[in-house]
């Protein structure tokens, strides 16, 4: 049986345990004591969507960047509120960034085929200390004005921002399992998407985070993975990642709205130890988009998010397959990254790692590589440091051969869960552990 103990924070992970052969699939382990609460009749501050961000690529747009040119950007926000405030980064840009104007509204569902259209009424500039233009300097991120624009729990919000000067490389996420536009001039109030001719399925440009008001937060949970939570695998423009399926189950579970808000910071092909451009086996080139490595990623990526209160790390199966690394390196780095997690009054979660036989060319696994996994998991289930045990393993694994996922989730690829998948992880995460 799972169990809970107090905790500085509540620990935000979530429902019934799944069960497999008899074990549960998520365990609690004793943790620090005490609580904390926010006041139910004040408005305050929550994370309610955020994204890890990146330097851009050696070429392509990333590297080149925008030139008067604008970007519509969908994202899927988690809780809502009567309030917004957006935040743009140039975290890792090489030169100070102008922001011609930018503006928030909701999509146009009567034409649900076209993601680009906006519904016009709903439209409204951001401003920047009061004004509609600003200046990103080098290195640093931007935070729109508090904004009255009512948000619905669970729903789409439709940013769109003109950068009328070079940009030079730019600040991306580059895994967005979301379609998003790039049209040339300032498109930031037109409502029809017409102009935005440029239509990948990837790239979050410049944008990191979503905040909305709230009365009575609880906070934020952030998932801390690689490209299992980043959504690899599930439908495009569905939402079906595990952490957004997570949301859902949270949403639905509290009608108090004492929810809290669930921001997923997974950035594919992340590794513990190891640089993005380091290259891997099966001759994987390595780019800046995979992200510096995850101990370098804490005070952008979780310390740095609004009102996070319990983290959730998944990591370390890129670096078994893609750099072959001793378990004793991994759960040295996951240690290090739960010990500075707790450190800061946060609840620390940590999940074991999934199954990828069959992934990749001849060496991306191997029986030795197997062995590491199953070492790592094995220390995981047996530690006592966390506040708590997700085990995805038990979750996705076919009983009948452990090291690989489940036919029924898997997405093709043999590493990565499809949407049923994804439900399954999210329905792992016990929600009597909570403790709001």
Known sequence: ??????????????AAALLVAGAPAVV?????SGTAASRPDRAEWAGSWATAVTRGN??????????????????????GGPALRVRLSNLYGEQAVSVGRATVARPNTATPDDLSDIDAASVRPLTFTGATTATMNRGAELLSDPLA?????????????????????????????????????DLTGAAEGTGFTTRPTCCWFFLSGVDVQRKGTPGALVVLSDSIGDGNGSTVNANRRWPDLLSDRLLADRPDKRTPGVLNLSLAGN???????????????GYYQLGPNAAARLNEDVFGQTGVRTVVTHLGINDIWMSNDTPEAIIGTLR???????????????????????????????????????????????????????????????????????????????????????????NAVPLRLLDL
């Open 1 to 14: 049986m799972a169990t809970a103990t107090p905790k500085r924070w509540p620990v935000i992970a979530a």
């Open 28 to 32: 609690a382990s004793a943790g620090p």
């Open 58 to 79: 050696s070429v392509g747009l990333t590297n080149t960047g925008l030139n008067d040119q604008s970007v519509r950007m969908i994202v899927h926000v988690s809780v």
């Open 149 to 185: 624009f009512p948000v619905a729990d669970d729903s789409d919000l439709v940013v769109t921002v003109h950068f009328p000067t070079p940009t030079g490389p730019t600040t991306f996420h580059g895994q967005s399992q979301q379609a998003n536009f790039i049209g040339a001039g």
């Open 271 to 285: 590794r513990l130890n190891h640089e993005g451009t380091e290259p891997g086996d099966g001759n994987y080139p």
């Open 336 to 426: 290090q990254i739960n010990q500075q997690l707790q450190q800061r009054g946060l609840t620390s979660l940590v999940a074991t790692l999934t199954p990828y036989e069959g992934h990749g060319a001849p060496g991306v696994w191997t029986p030795q590589k197997e062995a590491t996994r199953q070492a790592v998991n094995a220390y995981l289930r047996g530690s006592r440091e966390f506040d708590g045990l997700l085990d995805f393993d038990r979750v996705l694994r076919d009983p009948a051969r452990p090291s690989q996922l489940l036919p029924a989730y898997d997405s093709g690829d043999h590493i990565h869960p499809n949407d049923a998948g994804n439900q399954a992880l999210a």
